[in-house]
């Protein structure tokens, strides 16, 4: 039986008949979520008319979040068009950014408009593979080795097992590494149009049935943080995790002098002096200036996992100023991101708001071939960053960067 009043199920919570979590089971997912809005206003004195005026219909985030009391909204913009001669992305592309960071739009359009001028960017997928990491325990090294060795003459039979859990994901390798009596697997997964992360767990705990089965290994926990998932760690920085992806584009001389205020060897030395030395001196895993900015934002805007920004902050900036005929130097500039977790399929690009945003990139939903769409977000994510980061090198190279933001009031 549906309950149609929300006042009467949050009655029901406050005498204990129900608890918070069991209400969609009592009502509509939205008769639910105005329910908690009232228990919360009762108990707190908090106003949560805005909280509650969200315009998709709630149950289209029942996957996506549970004790749903409405909806963050987050201000979003657009930037571009920009050019991409990409592996996936190919012409010019609109990006969605979601953020509350004021003149980090302004920023990266400033970017975009360069690069255009230049001529556009180019950016590749270099490399793909969802992981998830189980540790096993052994009785010491000798049974370690024992594991290993069969690992390694059996990954066939870890493939058939793990991808029988799932239509289209691909075991592409495991990787072990030996710590004592630890024993940990690095699986990886080409996951197509997915982020991939509930995929590669699901069909990793099917390949570590084979193991326990075939060797002398015991589970301990089915990720190991050998992954290495929403944490920063230098495994995603050397092997790469979801998609390592890099962008690039020379920037004439000329462009830079009157569209940035400043020369290419001015920006090259910024970014030695800060985006590597100074990064470098602080043991950063990442050696940009704010690739999170950008890849945070687009993050929000198109469904992704956020806390994956973390790993997608994983990026190598570079900077170098080339001679040129003229007698001055155009300007080179790139960013690697070695680990950057997104998909077009599944999780929140689900939601509306999301699914819209993966329309104005036209990458809604699965690729043909699979896997080329959300290879095309990433390259156009990893142009975002390059922009980013041109732009406010170019601000600190100019020392424009505090008078910008005073000019755009943030």
Known sequence: MTDTDPEALADRVRSGDLRLHELEAHADHDTAATARRLLLKDETDADLETVGAYAFDAEAADSAIENMIGAAQIPMGVVGPVSIDGGAAEGAYHLPLATT????????NRGLSVIESAGGAAARVTKTGMTRAPVFRVDGVVEAAETVEWVGKNLETLREAAESTTSHGELLDVEPYVVG??????????????????????ATGEACNVVEAETPASLVALSGNLCSDKKPAAINAVEGRGRSVTADVVIPGEIVEERLHTTADAIAEANTRKNLIGSAKAGSLGFNAHAA?????????????????????????????????????????SVSLA??????????????????????????????????NADALAEVIAVGA???ELSLLAALASRHLASAHE???R
């Not at 960071?101 to 990266?108: D, I, M, N, R, T």
């Not at 009596?181 to 699901?202: E, P």
Request: glycine share 16%; no cysteine; proline share 3%.
């Open 386 to 388: 390059l922009a980013g």
């Open 181 to 202: 009596d630890s024993v940990f697997l690095r699986f990886a997964y080409d996951t197509k149009d997915a982020m991939g992360m509930n995929m590669a767990t699901i």
């Open 101 to 108: 960071e004021g003149a980090l739009l302004a920023s990266v």
């Open 293 to 333: 900015n950008v890849v945070g934002a687009a993050f929000l805007a198109t469904g992704q996992d956020e806390a994956q920004v973390v790993e997608g902050a994983n990026t190598i900036t570079t900077m170098d100023a080339r001679p040129n005929e003229e007698g001055s130097s155009d300007l080179y500039a």
């Open 407 to 409: 000019d755009l009031g």
């Open 339 to 372: 680990s950057l977790e997104v998909g077009t399929v599944g999780g929140g690009t689900k939601l509306p708001t999301q699914s819209e945003a993966l329309d104005v990139l036209g990458l809604r939903g699965g690729g043909d071939p699979a896997g080329s």
